[in-house]
């Protein structure tokens, strides 16, 4: 699609429109994560979305760490984040913004609200800021620290910050409307005391800015002008605009929300990620299984997939649920464009092909991809032993041609790339389970057709016995077995598929792969699409996805 057919969507309309009315000369957008998790397939969208704007506009995109909630926070998730969001391939202006950077100005804008009469101490606690504040269909009631002068809350807001006042006992609370249809008016929380040391301000600070005081503050520090986010966070608009109104901001940014993607047969909540990777229900953040942006990565998934997948959905008002189905479609279109061919046989049967000579051997050159002279040619060797897949053989003589297009005692196949061969006899062992197949290459038929009176069954894939490396294999299933794994009564963990990896060891795969490396995605011919796991150790392929979606 090119950038004239990309469907205009809600967002970009109010940019055309500031654009032409002149409200904006240079859009400014910003991706802003709180550095508590790693990012998932959700945020992928989020960066799509706040980066394109940017990209699309001729504007720039801020990267910015929402580094409020020290309790939850660590720079495991921040480089994390950092790597995800350039493998991805996004560039972000300037230096990484952080919420921490803010904190001196935050602090000056609190004291100029509090002496505006717009801002005061307020020594409820969580218990009593619940009842005071009413419900849905309540009102709620003024606090009896509303009214104080601003010289006594400014002066507790500097012994709360400097960690003279225990957790809990105070909080900084904006003076709004207790009358409020919007819970979120009624005189919410600016600053909450927590006597903790922040990953990057030390132990400057004893009270930290709530989301609400700190996100519009620092997009207009930023000088962004639409601020991005999604739909939960209608509700704090008004708030957001609010502060915009009430405070002397360098830019006045404005907020638009959009729905979140959610995937079925996943969940996409940092919080959830955070508990299967604590629960050891995967192997870490990176898991392959995990619809973190690391783990997508680890799998094999390309950033072009990911982008093309998040730029084919709607920027729409309304959440929704995305068929994991489409995503995939994505993966392996991509992967089918460019991966390179190659062999590797799962569940190895030996192959002796007793009229080929010992001593004899050669090199088939193949093309590296079938339809892409730029990934080059690669050498497949051929000798007397070749493994070919269990699944590939049959000893039952009677399934018809039609129905099993593989090897039978008595009949031919077609090597990919290499000889026609025919089936003579079967080696066991004292168990009696087959551990050999004794046949015969047919002569001149590489890169031929067959002599009249002989016809290949199939194509079967195969490798050389003597040059061959070994490796594991594995292969993922979905992380759940049921679709909206998060809905309904039961817990989540309870519907993890306990089949979603499996493990194949003594795999053989072409000799050329022994050394490929994490960048590289192969198509392991009939089986599917391949990387190297960057993580284990050895030769071990990670199943991208299968070539075609035959998921029940
Ligand atoms: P989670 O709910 O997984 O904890 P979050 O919204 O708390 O996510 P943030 O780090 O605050 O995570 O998110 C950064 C940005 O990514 C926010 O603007 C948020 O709206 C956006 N985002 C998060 N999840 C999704 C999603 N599923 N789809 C689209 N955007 C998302
Ligand atoms: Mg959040």
Redesign the pocket.
Known sequence: MTDTEKPVNFIQQVINADLEAGHVTKVITR????P??YL????A??ICVNFGLAEDNGGVCNLRF?DTNPDKEDDEYVNAIIEDVRWLGFHWHGDICYASNYFDQLYIWAQYLINEEKAYVCELDAEQMREYRGTLTEVGQNSPYRDRPPSESLALLEQMRVGSVDEGAMTLRAKIDMASPNINMRDPVMYRIKNMAHQRTGDAWNIYPSYDFAHGQEDAIEGVTHS???LE?AANRPLYEWFVANLPLPSQPRQYE?G???LNYTV????K?KQLVDENHVEGWNDPRMPTISGLRRRGVTASSIREFCDSLAVAKTDGVVDMAQFEHFIRDDLNNNARRAMCVLRPLLVTLANYDAGKSEAFVVAGHPNRDDLGERTLPFGRQIYIDRNDFSEDTTLSRKKFKRLVIGDYVRLRSAYIIRADEIIRNDAGDIIEVVGAVVPDTVGRDAPEGIKARGVVHWVSASDSADCTVQLYDRLFSVAAPDAGESSFLEHINPQSLTVISGCKVEAGLANAVTEDHYQFEREGYFIRDSVSQGLVFNCTIGLRDNWK
Do not use: A, M, Q, Y
Request: glycine content about 8%; overall charge positive.
């Open positions: 991706f802003p994560p709180e508590n998790g998932h397939i959700g945020h969208k989020s929402d991005v986010c999604t966070f959009f979140r993607l959610n996409t909540s940092k919080r990620l």
